[in-house]
Each structure stands twice: as C-alpha cells, then as structure tokens.
C-alpha cells in the first residue's frame, strides 16, 4: 500500500512537469539516460526528436535519435564547440576558440587590453554546412588564456552566451539580425542556456569552470540576471535543452544524457528505492568477467540476456521471477571473442539495453 502510494504521488507530480510550477526545495531526478557520444562533449539541444550534442576540441556535433543512436556526425574543422541552441530553424553553437584578438586603449585604466574575437556558427542542419556567423569581442583581462565561451541560449528574438574571464561572470546579449552585443550582462555564473516555456533557465556554474549541479530559472533586470529559482541536479552539467515537457542534461562529470522529472526533496530518497534502472557494466571495458548490476521496484518477472552484434543470444544471465530490490549478476565471457556485446532488460513494460566491450 504504501508502495502505492508512492508511485502515484511520483505519477502526479511527473504529469504536472508542463506547468514549471515548482518551489524553491524542488529537485529535478534521473529518470532516464543514455551513454554520450563523446568523452569530450560539451552542449545539447533538442529539436523536432532529435538530439544535437557538441564535442569540444574535436569540432563536432553530433545528430542522435531519442534513443541516444547515433544518426549522423557534423565536422568542423579546427573549432571548439561549446553550447548549442536552435533558433529560427538553425542550430547555433559557440565556438570557444578565438579567431582574433586586438588590443584596445581604455583611458580610463590608462592601459590596453587584451580582448578576444569570438564566433558564433550559424548551421544549416539539413547540409551540416555552417550558413552565417556572429564574432563578437570578449574581455580578457590581458591574458587570452583565461577567458571562456561556454553555453548559449535564444530568449525574446535575441541570443545569450555565458563567459568567464579574468574579469569575472557575464552575459553577452547578442542581436542575430544586427550582429552586434546590445548588453553586456551582470549575472552569477550561468553556463548553458534554455528558453523554458517562454522563461530563460541556465545552468549555474559553482565550480569555475563551466559546469555546476544546480538549475536556475534567471529574470532580465536593470542590466542584471537575477537568479529566482533554484532546482538542485544530482550531478554537475554544462549544458541543458527542453523536449516540450522534460528538461534533458548533459551529465559532464559522467558522460551521460539524462532526462530529469520534477520530485520534491522529501520523496527523493524514498522514491529512489521504487524505480527501475539498469546500470552500466563495470569493469568496462572488461576481460572476461564483469558484473551488471539492476533494480527493480516490485515483484515481476526479469529476463537480462546478453547479445553479440548480429542480434544473437550469447547468455541468459536471469530469467525467473524476483522481489523488488537490486541486485548483481556477473557475466563470464571466458569463451567469446573481442568485440561489442549489448544487454538487454525486460521487466514488465521496462525495457532498457546498454552496451559493454569485451577487450583480449
């Protein structure tokens, strides 16, 4: 009963997610996530149900289904690609590498300083060719090693890029149609950008160095950008997007997409217990044995078979019927080969796969 109760309370509350009517103690949870395509991954937008990841140094972004496959790769070539956001039908990313720098005498600090020339990438997704770009000049307190671009977002027909330098946190308010920074911004330490039904949400960077573990709804005023709500996230971030009712994450610290529901901090730890998950194998890559760990949040049936690539079933590792509760089973791959292999839960409507590398 109280099992129940539980899960219909989660129920209300998740059904509610559209409204964002939340309180200042809420907490946003994992309730979904796939492995990312990069260890060097950076931002994430969503659009018409595709996901669009940036990887960093190596000048990608990458195209993925709902699922986290892979559909198809952009490449850029000798650019640094940071925060993505979608606006009238282009995907724009941040490029964190200056393309320029010029000094520029201050008189009122006697002194010229260093700033950098920065771009923003207009694509065309459709082509994956870059249709447009905004360079805009960042302070750097005359050092260009320390300044940094980190996230994007697009809120009331204008653009919004967080940076840190050696001057501190802003905000460049950027017009798109005139190519020109209409504000520079006082804030706390945003990162990544959202536009939220209608409102701008960031991601709040604590750490100094792009990535935070809080969610924060920001308010436009007098030349600042206020903090009003705070949503705390079980882990640190660098960018955030909206699929219309979920917000979805880019988990930096463990490289990992994830979609968050709303649950107030009362029921977390108690909810936390009642859901299903299937983790990721470890050791992976492993030789020859590793161990898969599940949980399950009542008595059901549970089949967890393993597969090679060619969709062939190469263990059973569980088939019978279990109480709710987590457990670990090891996998022995002592007579398989090197490769790629998936395994697969079913658990009443619960189904997820991951994969594992098996390496001689």
Same mark, same amino acid.
């Given at each position: 009963?109280?099992?129940?109760?539980?899960? *219909?309370?989660?129920?209300?509350?998740?059904?509610?997610?559209?409204?964002?009517?939340?309180?200042?103690?809420?907490?946003?949870?994992?309730?979904?996530?796939?492995? +990312?395509?990069?260890?060097?991954? !950076?931002?994430?937008?969503?659009?018409? /149900?595709?996901?669009?990841?940036?990887?960093?140094?190596?000048?990608?972004?990458?195209?993925?289904?709902?699922?986290?496959? $892979?559909?198809?790769?952009?490449?850029?070539? /000798?650019?640094?690609?940071?925060?993505?956001?979608?606006?009238?039908?282009?995907?724009?990313? @941040?490029?964190?590498?200056?393309?320029?720098?010029?000094?520029?005498?201050?008189?009122?600090?006697?002194? =010229?300083?260093?700033?950098?020339?920065?771009?923003?990438?207009? &694509?065309?997704?459709? %082509?994956?060719?870059? +249709?447009?770009?905004?360079?805009?000049?960042?302070?750097?307190?005359?050092?260009?090693? #320390?300044?940094?671009? !980190?996230?994007?977002?697009?809120?009331? +027909?204008?653009? =919004? @890029?967080?940076?840190? +330098?050696? !001057?501190?946190?802003?905000? =460049?308010?950027?017009?798109?149609?005139?190519?020109? @920074? #209409?504000?520079?911004?006082?804030?706390?330490?945003?990162?990544?950008?959202?536009?939220?039904?209608?409102?701008?949400?960031?991601?709040?960077?604590?750490?100094? #160095?792009?990535?935070?573990?809080?969610?924060?709804?920001?308010?436009?005023?007098?030349?600042? *950008?206020?903090?009003?709500?705070?949503?705390?996230?079980?882990?640190?971030?660098?960018? $955030?997007?909206?699929?219309?009712?979920?917000?979805?994450?880019?988990?930096?610290?463990?490289?990992? &997409?994830?979609?968050?529901?709303?649950?107030?901090?009362?029921?977390?730890?108690?909810?936390? /217990? =009642?859901?299903?998950?299937?983790?990721?194998?470890?050791?992976?890559?492993?030789?020859? #044995?590793?161990?898969?760990?599940?949980?399950?949040?009542?008595?059901?049936?549970? %089949?967890?078979?393993?597969?090679?690539?060619?969709?062939?079933?190469?263990?059973?590792? @569980?088939?019978?019927?279990?109480?709710?509760?987590?457990?670990?089973?090891?996998?022995?791959?002592?007579?398989?080969?090197?490769?790629?292999?998936?395994?697969?839960?079913?658990?009443?409507?619960?189904?997820?796969?991951?994969?594992? $590398?098996?390496?001689?």
């Amino acid at each position: 009963m109280f099992l129940k109760k539980i899960i *219909l309370l989660a129920f209300i509350i998740y059904n509610s997610i559209p409204s964002f009517l939340y309180s200042q103690k809420d907490t946003l949870i994992t309730i979904q996530e796939f492995n +990312s395509p990069s260890s060097l991954a !950076w931002g994430i937008e969503y659009d018409s /149900n595709k996901f669009f990841v940036s990887a960093d140094s190596l000048g990608n972004i990458y195209e993925l289904d709902t699922y986290g496959e $892979l559909i198809k790769t952009f490449h850029f070539p /000798n650019r640094r690609l940071k925060g993505l956001t979608f606006f009238e039908n282009h995907l724009w990313v @941040v490029n964190d590498l200056a393309v320029d720098d010029t000094l520029i005498y201050q008189p009122s600090e006697n002194d =010229y300083i260093t700033y950098n020339i920065y771009s923003i990438l207009k &694509i065309n997704v459709l %082509n994956g060719m870059i +249709s447009d770009s905004i360079r805009f000049i960042s302070r750097s307190a005359n050092s260009p090693t #320390t300044n940094y671009i !980190w996230g994007i977002g697009s809120y009331n +027909s204008k653009l =919004y @890029v967080s940076s840190n +330098s050696g !001057w501190g946190p802003c905000t =460049y308010e950027i017009d798109p149609i005139t190519k020109t @920074v #209409t504000s520079d911004l006082c804030c706390a330490h945003p990162t990544g950008f959202e536009n939220i039904n209608e409102s701008l949400f960031c991601i709040r960077d604590n750490s100094s #160095t792009g990535i935070g573990n809080d969610i924060c709804s920001l308010d436009l005023a007098d030349g600042n *950008l206020e903090e009003k709500k705070w949503y705390s996230i079980d882990c640190y971030a660098s960018d $955030l997007t909206f699929d219309g009712k979920n917000i979805w994450i880019y988990d930096y610290s463990n490289k990992k &997409i994830k979609k968050l529901s709303l649950i107030t901090t009362n029921l977390k730890i108690q909810l936390n /217990n =009642y859901i299903f998950n299937l983790g990721q194998n470890y050791p992976n890559p492993f030789n020859p #044995t590793t161990q898969i760990s599940y949980q399950i949040p009542k008595n059901s049936f549970v %089949n967890l078979v393993v597969y090679n690539t060619l969709g062939q079933v190469v263990s059973t590792l @569980v088939s019978e019927h279990q109480t709710s509760g987590k457990y670990s089973v090891q996998f022995n791959a002592n007579n398989l080969p090197s490769g790629v292999y998936f395994y697969k839960i079913e658990s009443g409507t619960f189904t997820k796969v991951n994969k594992m $590398l098996l390496l001689r």
